[in-house]
């Protein structure tokens, strides 16, 4: 069995499991696996059996759709961290059952906002680089809601996270920092850019709660931050908030 055809699973010394993920094994849905078990020979221990569980699960490049039913029984009770990138996941609901995660790598997955995330109170880093996402509000509210503890967050690639690879204004880019940054008290790192004292306590000031409710559309409303509407089409509308208790002279800095 080579390495392409096999998922890592590794602890903190190095690799502990070798799973065999060929898309004969791992492919097959959730319902299709329901009732089955993983082989005997499928997980191969590369050190003495009184060894620890691993706590490092790697999935990525593995064409799934979904994680299957038999991984999740197997690893879900103490995976901390979890790799699922370059793979067709669209559902996280599965994520639920694993209590001790703390590191979630989901890049290059066909994830939207409007994903259920279920609840990882212990999660403190989470990439969802290059998916799907278009829309920042709710679904960031969700996301606070899902995972309070953040401390790195990285979005780049996403139609919601504006820059100039993706045909975003610096100004677009800075409010969309801004408005993310406001959401996670304990994020230190957003994207490539580390949060600074500066930006957190301009964010604070900018997206206050009274702010947020002036700005929340009435029903049949224009959705001021909703996935049909871009942080150019609400430029003037916030800059006619800030500009009433903005500092004369002060510059934003990134």
Not at 34 to 56: R, Y
Request: charged letters at 25%; aromatic letters at 8%.
């Amino acid at each position: 069995m080579s390495l392409d055809e096999s998922t890592r699973c590794e602890d903190e010394e190095g690799v502990i499991a070798i799973i065999d993920v060929t898309s004969e094994v791992l492919v097959d849905s959730v319902t299709a696996m329901s009732l089955s078990v993983i082989p005997p020979d499928l997980i191969q221990s590369v050190h003495d059996a009184g060894e620890e569980e691993p706590t490092k699960l790697t999935l990525a490049y593995e064409r799934l759709y979904e994680l299957p039913r038999t991984i999740v029984e197997r690893f879900a009770d103490h995976i901390k961290y979890l790799d699922i990138s370059h793979n067709k996941i669209t559902n996280l609901d599965v994520l639920v059952h694993f209590k001790h995660l703390t590191s979630l790598i989901a890049d290059d997955n066909p994830i939207t906002e409007n994903c259920f995330l279920p609840p990882m109170p212990r999660l403190q880093l989470l990439w969802l680089n290059r998916c799907k996402i278009a829309s920042l509000y709710p679904w960031v509210g969700k996301l606070k809601e899902s995972c309070p503890e953040l401390r790195l967050l990285s979005l780049m690639g996403n139609p919601a996270a504006p820059s100039y690879f993706n045909g975003g204004t610096f100004y677009d880019y800075l409010q969309y920092r801004l408005f993310v940054i406001s959401q996670f008290p304990s994020l230190n790192h957003l994207d490539d850019r580390k949060v600074t004292d500066d930006q957190r306590a301009e964010a604070q000031r900018l997206y206050r709660r009274p702010l947020l409710e002036r700005l929340r559309p009435a029903p049949g409303g224009l959705a001021l931050l909703g996935a049909s509407v871009t942080w150019n089409s609400v430029q003037n509308k916030l800059t006619s908030f800030w500009s009433k208790d903005k500092p004369q002279g002060r510059n934003l800095l990134i």
